[in-house]
Structures are given as C-alpha cells and as structure tokens.
Nanobody, 122 residues
Framework: QVQLVESGGGLVQPGGSLRLSCAASGSIFRINRINVMGWYRQAPGTQRELVASITSGGNTNYASSVKGRFTISRDNAKNTVYLQMNSLKPEDTAVYYC?????????????WGQGTQVTVSS
C-alpha cells in the first residue's frame, strides 16, 4: 500500500500564497509504479475537481481556473509532490486532496491523502 500525507494548508488573505506538500510512503515497489501525482479540491456542495497533475516524466496539466497562478512540481527522490499557489482568490477555498496513481500490470490503483483545508479570506 501507499500512504499520502499532505501539509501546508491554512488561512491566507486574497492575493497571498501557500505551498502544499504531499509525501508518499509505504511500499517502495508500489511507489516506483506511480506514474501520475496530482492535486484535487472540493468546496462545500461541489464535486471534487482536478487542480493540477504531473507525470513521472514531468508533464503537467492544470485546470483552466488556476493556470498561471498555481505550479505543480515533483521530487521523485523524495516521493513528494508540491503545489505552489500564488495570487489566491476566495474561490480557491476548498479542501485540497493529494492523489497518486499506481500503474499496475492489469489495472491502476488510485491513492488519496486525507485532505488539507485551504481558506482564502480577508
């Protein structure tokens, strides 16, 4: 199994910045088969949505609402993915979840972190 532990959430004023981190631990065999890591978010009353993702090769994908403001990066040696969030807006307020996808032989195995609250408010 793989465990994902997030950190870095909190309360920030509009226009401010936060950096989220997500560290993967557990089975080294499974961690080495992770091909994509990403961040999702869920605000009250809404569905969970993809914020950004990054492949093991470094290819990134962003939701249109965060392009130019958020940057996802990955340290493969530390099995950690980061989300640098700049120019935060109140509508960025949500619980942010880390996700990792393990590419198995015949199926994929998704893993989720416990979530970290991000609140953007003055």
């Amino acid at each position: 199994q793989v465990q994902l532990v997030e950190s870095g959430g909190g309360l920030v004023q509009p226009g401010g910045s936060l950096r989220l981190s997500c560290a993967a631990s557990g089975s080294i065999f499974r961690i080495n088969r992770i091909n994509v890591m990403g961040w999702y978010r869920q605000a009250p009353g809404t569905q969970r949505e993809l914020v950004a993702s990054i492949t093991s090769g470094g290819n990134t994908n962003y939701a249109s609402s965060v392009k130019g403001r958020f940057t996802i990066s990955r340290d493969n040696a530390k099995n950690t993915v980061y989300l640098q969030m700049n120019s935060l807006k109140p509508e960025d307020t949500a619980v942010y979840y880390c996700n990792a996808n393990e590419r198995g032989t015949s199926r994929d195995y998704p893993y989720w972190g416990q979530g970290t609250q991000v609140t953007v408010s003055s």
